[in-house]
């Protein structure tokens, strides 16, 4: 297997970073050599379980994200990170001077700006993929020398934008608009009852205290309901402490908890509602399937873009959006009975999802990549074949 990569894909830290990344580090793959294209992550977080069987090589580098407070433990915890960052940026260089990389795919986040500040200092060309409606402090460093951005919001600040709607990896696409017989066959594979109304929360991949307590608080108060069930996944954080806190005794309400799911499309698939945060690649998944969601955005996110990415489906009537420190059992079960109480709500916003929906983005990204990567003579023959056009465009030689 050649050292020499056509594209470095660096991205990670987070659910919310890794997924998109595969996704793109996957199509770009697709139809290449082994080892041609390569995934950068953080040896934080979830990259090292979710990349173990990622399908490309991987390489982990330090890294921590900042901190936006300015207590004296937060403080001393960035000066910290700006020293890992340092240190990752001086192995970024060694990891590109040495895969020769035909371009660095920088899909944002703390994990993948050493790898696009080694590739602009070694002259390597840089595709930014933003996914959010607001681009944070990472991307908008990057954004400044980047050739392109692929964005999924039109009108994101971004020099060089171009529009492609989020990458959404292939499951969910195959997954979206399903049919009644798919809607069964996801039920049965997660194990839920079939004839029920089911409501699906989420997190994100380490979960979120104020969804869990709110899910957990909402079976307290359903717990006599024969007709809905509850699949909730609480995330790696707050695992031990939700199967501690959760309802015991008989029930008339089917409810389990799982600490990471995945089998994502089945989890849409099988939902009438999802109650999630509005995280970019949650949002595009949600569009694509078409489901209908009660939307809690992250209070504090850089730049409020998780507002911002909720706003897109509250907009066209695909979603309600509850403000975090509105967000409990009580809340959610008045959201949830006045969806119920009108017939077809529910199916009516899943449709409004849909009508948003980008299932062709991971190609449109992967277009703007081949399209600014740098091509060398003798290598990976097959790619610059199956690219001439989007060269000759670039005016590649």
């Known amino acids: 297997m050649s ?26 793959a697709a139809g290449r050599p082994p080892g041609s294209v390569e995934l950068v992550g953080s040896r934080r977080g979830l990259d090292r379980d979710l990349l173990a069987e990622a399908g490309v090589p991987v390489t982990l580098l330090p890294g921590r994200g900042i901190v936006r407070r300015a207590d004296p433990a937060s403080l001393l915890a960035n000066a910290a990170a700006l020293c890992a960052l340092s240190w990752a940026v001086v192995l970024a260089l060694g990891v590109v001077a040495r895969r020769r990389p035909g371009v660095v795919v920088a899909m944002g986040g703390y994990a993948s700006v050493p790898v696009a500040l080694a590739a602009a200092v070694l002259a390597v060309p840089v595709v930014l993929v933003n996914v959010d ?34 990458p959404v990896r292939a499951e969910i696409v195959a997954a979206a608009r399903p049919s009644e017989a798919d809607r069964l066959a996801a039920r049965r594979q997660l194990g839920l009852p079939e004839e029920r109304r089911v409501v699906a929360a989420v997190g994100g991949s380490l979960g979120a205290r ?47 908890q799982v600490e990471y799911e995945r089998h994502m499309a089945s989890f849409y698939q099988a939902a009438d509602v999802v109650v999630c945060r509005a995280g970019a690649n949650t949002v595009a998944e949600l569009a694509v399937v078409g489901v209908a969601s009660l939307l809690v955005p992250l209070p504090g996110a850089p730049g409020d873009h998780q507002r911002a990415n909720a706003a897109a489906l509250a907009g066209a009537g695909a979603a309600v959006v509850i403000d975090d420190d509105q967000c409990d059992g009580a809340r959610l079960a008045a959201e949830l009975d006045a969806l119920w109480s009108r017939p077809g709500a529910t199916g009516s916003m899943a449709k409004a999802a849909a009508a948003l929906g980008r299932p062709e983005a991971l190609a449109a990204v992967t277009e703007v990549v081949e399209a600014h990567a740098r091509h060398r003579r003798g290598t990976d023959r097959a790619a610059q074949h199956a690219t001439a056009g989007a060269d000759a465009r670039d005016g590649a030689p």
Request: proline fraction near 7%; avoid cysteine.
């Open 210 to 256: 104020r969804i869990n307590t709110a899910v957990l608080e909402l079976a307290r108060l359903w717990s006599g309901r024969p007709d809905a069930a509850l699949y909730h996944v609480v995330g790696s954080r707050d695992y031990e402490w939700a199967a501690a806190t959760a309802p015991e005794g008989p029930a008339a309400l089917w409810y389990r």
């Open 133 to 166: 409606a607001r681009p944070g402090a990472a991307n908008r460093l990057v954004g400044r020398f980047a050739k392109a951005a692929a964005v999924a919001f039109p009108d994101t600040p971004l020099p060089r934008a171009v529009v492609t709607g989020a």
């Open 3 to 28: 050292r020499t990569r056509f594209a470095l894909v660096a991205g990670g830290g987070t659910g919310g970073h890794l997924v998109p990344a595969l996704a793109v580090a996957r199509a770009l």
